[in-house]
C-alpha cells in the first residue's frame, strides 16, 4: 500500500482494501488484475512480475515487459499491487506465484537474512554500473529511485518557498498543513534529524528519539498520506501547499491535472526499489533474465521518458531523458545535493522503527 | 460444513496464531494489555462505537417513527430515502464525506463564504469526521429494524393512555417507548458491531490519533508483517464483541417479553 494502487483519482483505501481481501487469502484479485503480455513465439518461457500498479507500472510495461517479450518470446504475467505480506506469506505456505517483484530495499535486506528471497546469479545479470548510494545485495538489485523531495504549490508559494528541511518545519515563517508520508522507513525520519540540524553524512544510525521530538513540533500541522495517489491528491486540492512527496507523482500530478506545482532539490530525500526472487520461485532462469533485461541502462533511460524514475546505473542516470530530467533524482545534479537512505541500517532496523512510528501515530 | 469450511477454519486459524507466533504462549496478548497506546485504541474504539450508535438512535428513532406515521406514499418515499445509501458502495459515500468535510471543502466554502469564519473549521481528521460519516453510512441499520419494530405497535394503545388522562410524554415514556425496546436493542446492537470493525470511514475521514482497533490491525499484518500480534489483536476485538452482545442481549430479552402478552 505504499505506492501506487489505483492510478488516479481513486483512494489510499481502495488498496487498502485490496490488500484486506489478499490478506485473508483470497488469491482471485490476482488473476483479476493480470494484465498479459501475451507471446507470439512459442519458444520463450514464462514469468510473473509484481510490481506498484498505477502509471508506475504503465511505464515499466512499456519500457521494460513489452520489448522483454519481444525480444525473448518469454510470456509475462505483471500482477499489481505489490504486498509485502503476500510475499513473504507466499513463500511461507510454498504457493509462490510471483517470480520477481519489486520491493523497498528494507524488504530486500530482510528478506535476504531470513530467508524467504532467492540469492540472485551474478552471472546473468551485471553486477556493474550501479550508483555508489544504491548498492545491490546477494538477493536484490536496485531498479530505480525515487526522491522524497520537498514539493511546494507555485501558487501559494509565489516568493519564498522552503529551502530546506529546517524551513519546511518552520511554520512560522511557512505557515498552513503540510503532508509527509505515513511510514517508517519513508525517509521522514531523515527529513526531521536534518531539519533538526543533523549533518546528512551523519544521519546512521538514525537517533529515532530525536527524530520524533522533532516531527512532534509540527505533529498537528502534518497531514499523512499512505498512497501517491493520496498525495496527488491533497496538493491538487490544496488541502496541503508544502508536501515531503514523491517527484514521480508531482510530476503526474502536474502533467496530467495541471497542479502548480514544483520541487526544491536541495537536501531531496531519496530511496528506491529493488528487484528481488521470492524463494521457490518457479521461473528461476527467466527471473534473472528479466531482472537483466530490466536494469539494464537503455531500459532505464526508457522508463524516464514515461515518469521521472530515478535510474539506478550510472550510465543511465546522466542520461535521463531530457523532458523529465529536472524530476529525475538520480541525475548527478540532484545526487549531489540529495541525501540517500540507508538501506543497510534500515534492513536491521525496519521492524523495530515500524513498531515506534505506529504508536507514535497513535499518540 | 460449507460454515465450518469458509468461516469456523480461517476464524481457528487466527486465534491459533495469535498464540503460536512468534512463540507458543500468551504473549502477544500480553503485549497488547501492556502496551498503553492500544489500550487507548480499544478504548477509543469502543467509545466512538457508542457514540455512533447513540446519533443513529436519536437520529433514526424520530425518523422510523414518521415511516410508520405517514401514509403509503410517504412510506415508500422515506424507505427509499434510507435503502437508496445502503446501495451505494461504502467507499464511494466515505469519499463524498471527505469532499464535503475537508478544509477546502463544500463545509468549509459555504461558512467562509457566508462570513461565518475566516479559517477552516478542521472536521476531517479529527474523531468529529470519523464519527459523523460513520453516524451517516450506519443509520439505515439502525431505521430498518427499529421500523419493522414500531411498525408492530398498535396506535390505539396510544389512544388508550391518552384516554385514561395521560400526557402525550407520559403515554410515550409508559407505552410507546417500552414497546419498542426490542427494534431499539436490535438497531443498536447491528450499528455498535458494525461500528467496532470499522475501517475504511476511519481511516479516510480520521487522523492517525482516531484509529481504530481494525486500523491497527492492517498495519500488524500488511506493513509490519507481524501476523501473530495482529491475530491477537483481532482476537481481542472478537472477545470484546462477544462479551458486549452477551451483554446487551442480556438488557434487551426482559423487553421483548412485555410484546408476546
Given amino acids: 500500500m505504499r505506492r501506487a494502487v489505483v492510478t488516479r483519482g481513486g483512494s489510499a483505501l481502495l488498496s487498502a482494501v485490496v490488500i484486506a481481501v489478499a490478506v485473508v487469502g483470497c488469491g482471485g484479485s490476482e488473476e483479476g488484475d493480470t494484465s498479459t503480455a501475451a507471446s507470439g513465439s512459442t519458444s520463450g518461457g514464462q514469468l510473473t512480475f509484481n510490481t506498484w500498479g498505477g502509471a508506475y507500472q504503465e511505464a515499466q510495461m512499456k519500457a521494460i515487459v513489452e520489448p522483454f517479450r519481444q525480444e525473448t518470446g518469454t510470456k509475462v504475467n505483471v500482477t499489481q499491487p505489490i504486498d509485502y505480506a ?7 505456505t510454498g504457493n509462490v506465484v510471483w517470480d520477481v517483484a519489486d520491493v523497498e530495499p528494507y524488504v530486500s535486506r530482510r528478506g535476504c537474512k531470513e530467508g524467504w528471497l532467492e540469492k540472485l546469479d551474478y552471472n546473468v545479470i551485471d553486477p556493474n554500473g550501479f550508483l555508489e548510494t544504491m548498492p545491490k545485495t546477494d538477493c536484490s538489485v536496485p531498479n530505480g529511485a525515487f526522491g522524497l523531495p520537498i514539493a511546494y504549490r507555485t501558487d501559494k508559494w509565489k516568493d519564498a518557498h522552503p529551502r530546506n528541511w529546517a524551513e519546511f518545519f518552520d511554520t512560522k515563517k511557512f505557515p498552513g498543513k503540510r503532508s509527509m508520508p505515513k511510514y517508517a522507513e519513508s525517509g521522514i525520519l531523515e527529513a526531521a534529524l536534518l531539519a533538526d540540524g543533523v549533518k546528512k553524512d551523519a544521519l546512521y544510525p538514525l537517533d529515532a528519539d530525536r527524530a520524533f521530538r522533532k516531527l512532534d513540533t509540527i505533529k498537528k500541522d502534518i ?37 502548480p506545482v514544483a520541487i526544491e532539490w536541495q537536501d531531496a530525500i531519496y530511496g528506491w526499489d529493488d528487484f528481488v526472487v521470492p524463494k521457490g520461485a518457479k521461473n528461476l532462469k527467466a527471473a534473472m533474465e528479466f531482472i537483466n533485461y530490466g536494469t539494464h541502462p537503455d531500459r532505464e533511460i526508457g522508463m524516464t521518458k514515461y515518469t521521472p524514475w530515478g535510474p539506478s546505473r550510472t550510465e543511465a542516470a546522466a542520461n535521463a531523458d531530457p523532458e523529465t530530467r529536472d524530476w529525475v533524482p538520480t541525475t548527478p545534479e540532484h545526487t549531489a545535493i540529495g541525501v540517500p537512505l540507508d538501506y543497510d541500517w534500515w534492513g536491521e532496523n525496519a521492524a523495530k522503527l515500524d513498531e515506534q512510528f505506529a504508536q507514535w501515530l497513535l499518540k | 460444513m460449507f460454515l465450518a469450511v469458509v468461516f469456523a477454519y480461517p476464524l481457528y486459524t487466527i486465534i491459533q496464531q495469535s498464540f503460536t507466533q512468534p512463540e507458543l504462549g500468551i504473549g502477544n496478548y500480553e503485549r497488547f494489555f501492556g502496551t498503553d497506546v492500544y489500550v487507548q485504541v480499544l478504548i477509543r474504539t469502543l467509545v466512538t462505537s457508542v457514540l455512533v450508535t447513540v446519533i443513529c438512535l436519536l437520529l433514526g428513532y424520530p425518523y ?41 471543502g463544500l463545509v468549509n466554502q459555504v461558512l467562509q463564504g457566508l462570513g461565518i469564519t475566516d479559517r477552516p473549521v478542521h472536521l476531517i481528521r479529527t474523531t468529529t469526521g470519523v464519527v459523523i460519516g460513520m453516524s451517516q453510512i450506519l443509520l439505515p441499520f439502525m431505521v430498518l429494524p427499529l421500523y419493522a419494530s414500531l411498525r408492530t405497535i398498535d396506535p390505539s394503545y396510544m389512544r388508550a393512555a391518552a384516554n385514561l388522562g395521560a400526557r402525550p410524554w407520559r403515554a410515550f415514556m409508559r407505552i410507546y417507548l417500552p414497546l419498542s425496546l426490542p427494534g431499539v436493542g436490535a438497531g443498536s446492537l447491528i450499528v455498535f458491531i458494525y461500528a467496532l470493525g470499522f475501517y475504511i470511514t476511519p481511516a479516510l475521514l480520521g487522523s492517525p490519533k482516531d484509529a481504530l482497533l481494525s486500523q491497527i490491525i492492517v498495519t500488524q499484518v500488511s506493513q509490519l508483517l507481524d501476523f501473530g500480534f495482529g491475530s491477537a489483536m483481532a482476537g481481542v476485538l472478537l472477545i470484546v464483541t462477544l462479551v458486549l452482545v452477551a451483554v446487551l442481549a442480556r438488557i434487551v430479552r426482559p423487553a421483548t417479553g412485555s410484546q408476546d402478552r
Fill in chain 1, 86 to 92: 503476500k510475499l513473504k506469506s507466499m513463500v511461507d
Fill in chain 1, 223 to 259: 497531514v499523512f498520506w499512505e498512497s501517491g495517489d493520496q498525495s496527488e491528491q491533497l496538493m491538487n486540492t490544496g488541502e496541503v501547499t508544502l508536501c515531503a512527496c514523491w517527484a514521480t507523482r508531482m510530476h503526474d500530478t502536474k502533467v496530467n491535472q495541471d497542479t
Fill in chain 2, 64 to 104: 422510523a417513527y414518521l415511516m410508520t406515521r405517514g401514509g403509503p406514499a410517504a412510506r415508500r418515499m422515506l424507505i427509499f430515502f434510507v435503502l437508496v445509501p445502503l446501495w451505494t458502495s461504502l467507499l464511494v459515500r466515505t469519499y463524498a464525506w471527505t469532499v464535503i468535510l475537508q478544509d477546502t
